[in-house]
C-alpha cells in the first residue's frame, strides 16, 4: 500500500475520484476531486452483497456517464484480502454478515467500471486519512484504533498501512480479564477477545442500553470498564507496533470521559514497561480529528493512489483495469 502521509490536496492532475466506504450497517460512496471537493454522495444500508454493490454499481456508472472517473478506492470491512497476488483478492473472508462470506467484493465493480481500484479495508483507510489530513499528520509510524459495531486498528508503519497474508486484525487480541468480571465477551469467534469484551454490542449488552443513552453511574461504569480493556488492548498494539501515537475513533470514542479514562488507565496496562514518557502524555493518544469523514476520505486517497500507480487518463468503462 501506498504512503498515507502527505500534502493538503488527494486530487490526481484534476481528475475525479470514485470512493466508497462498506461498512457493517451503510455504504458511503462518493464522487470528488478531493476530500474538500466532493461532488456527489450517497448513502444506503449494507444488505444482500449482490444487491448492495448493484447499487453502488449505477451510482458510479451514472456519475461516469456525467464526466470520466479516474479510479475508485475502496475501504471495505474486513476480513477481507487486499493482497493483489492472493487469488481470493477482493472477497470477504469469514464474516458474520450474513451472505458476505466468500462474497466477490472487487469483481463486479471491477467488470462494471472499468477503472483502476484501489483496496483497502475501512479502518486503514480512515488512518491514511488520519495521517494525510488529520490527527496523525506527518508521523511515519501510528495506529488508529476505532471503537464501534466492532473494535478495529488500522497500522501505518513508515508511513505504509500494513498488510500481508491478510490485514492485521487486533481487535482480535486477546485481553486479560477485569478481576471478578465474568461477562462472556460477545464475539461469535473468540468469546472474549478485545472486541468481545469492549465492542459497542459488549457495553450495551452488560449495561442493558447502548453507550450512548447511559447516564450517571450506569456511565461511569461503563466508562470504567471500556477504559480497562481498551487499554489492554492497546498494550498488545503498542508492543506489536511501536507508534507515535494512537488515533481514537468510533462511535463509542465519543463516550463521555472515555478518552481521560483510558489515558490514565494505560500506564498501568503498561506495567511501567519500557517506561517511555511519551506513553504517558495526552499527544501520544487522542481523538480523530475527522469523525465520520475519515473513512470516505480514506477512500478517496485510495482511488488516488491508484490512478496515479495506473498513470493513465481516464478509460471507458469496456476495458476492466485494477
Same mark, same amino acid.
Not at 7 to 21: D, I, K, N, Y
Not at 47 to 63: D, I, Q
Not at 214 to 224: I, K, M, N, S
Given at each position: 500500500?501506498?504512503?498515507?502521509?502527505?500534502? !493538503?490536496?488527494?486530487?490526481?492532475?484534476?481528475?475525479?475520484?470514485?470512493?466508497?466506504?462498506?461498512?457493517?450497517?451503510k455504504i458511503i460512496c462518493l464522487v470528488g476531486r478531493s476530500p474538500d471537493e466532493v461532488e456527489e454522495t450517497v448513502r444506503f444500508p449494507t444488505?444482500?452483497?449482490?444487491?448492495?454493490?448493484?447499487?453502488?454499481? !449505477?451510482?458510479?456508472?451514472?456519475?461516469a456517464d456525467r464526466a470520466p472517473l479516474a479510479a475508485l478506492g475502496i475501504g471495505a470491512f474486513g476480513p477481507i484480502q487486499t493482497l493483489p497476488s492472493h487469488p481470493d483478492f477482493g472477497r470477504i473472508a469469514s464474516t458474520t454478515k450474513p451472505g458476505w462470506s466468500g462474497f466477490d467484493l472487487l469483481g463486479p465493480l471491477r467488470s462494471a467500471l472499468g477503472i483502476p481500484i484501489g483496496l483497502d479495508t475501512d479502518v486503514n483507510g480512515a488512518a491514511r486519512a488520519e495521517g494525510a489530513l488529520g490527527a496523525a499528520r506527518g508521523l511515519e509510524t501510528f495506529a488508529y484504533v476505532t471503537v464501534g459495531t466492532g473494535i478495529g486498528v488500522g497500522a501505518v508503519v513508515g508511513g505504509r498501512t500494513v498488510r500481508g497474508l491478510l490485514h492485521p486484525e487486533m481487535g482480535h487480541v486477546s485481553v486479560p480479564r477485569r478481576p471478578g468480571d465474568d461477562f462472556a465477551g460477545v464475539c461469535p469467534y473468540h468469546g472474549d477477545c478485545l472486541e468481545g469484551m469492549a465492542s459497542g454490542p459488549a457495553l450495551a449488552r452488560r449495561a442493558g442500553a447502548p453507550g450512548e443513552s447511559?447516564?450517571?453511574?450506569?456511565?461511569?461504569?461503563?466508562? !470504567?470498564t471500556e477504559a480497562y480493556y481498551l487499554a489492554a488492548g492497546l498494550r498488545a498494539v503498542i508492543y506489536c507496533v511501536a507508534p507515535q501515537r494512537v488515533v481514537l475513533g468510533g462511535g463509542l470514542a465519543r463516550l463521555p470521559g472515555l478518552l481521560p479514562a483510558l489515558r490514565s488507565a494505560l500506564p498501568a496496562a503498561l506495567g511501567g514497561y519500557p517506561g517511555l514518557p511519551e506513553h504517558s502524555d495526552p499527544a501520544f493518544l487522542v481523538p480523530a480529528a475527522l469523525g465520520d469523514g475519515a473513512g470516505p476520505a480514506g477512500a478517496l486517497l485510495i482511488a488516488a493512489e491508484a490512478a496515479a500507480s495506473a498513470g493513465q487518463p481516464p478509460r471507458d468503462r469496456s476495458a476492466a483495469h485494477c
Open positions: 500500500m501506498g504512503p498515507v502521509t502527505g500534502g !493538503e490536496s488527494t486530487g490526481v492532475g484534476g481528475g475525479r475520484l470514485a470512493a466508497m466506504e462498506t461498512g457493517g450497517t444488505g444482500e452483497p449482490e444487491a448492495t454493490v448493484a447499487r453502488a454499481v !449505477e451510482f458510479f456508472t451514472a456519475a447511559l447516564t450517571g453511574d450506569a456511565l461511569a461504569a461503563a466508562v !470504567e
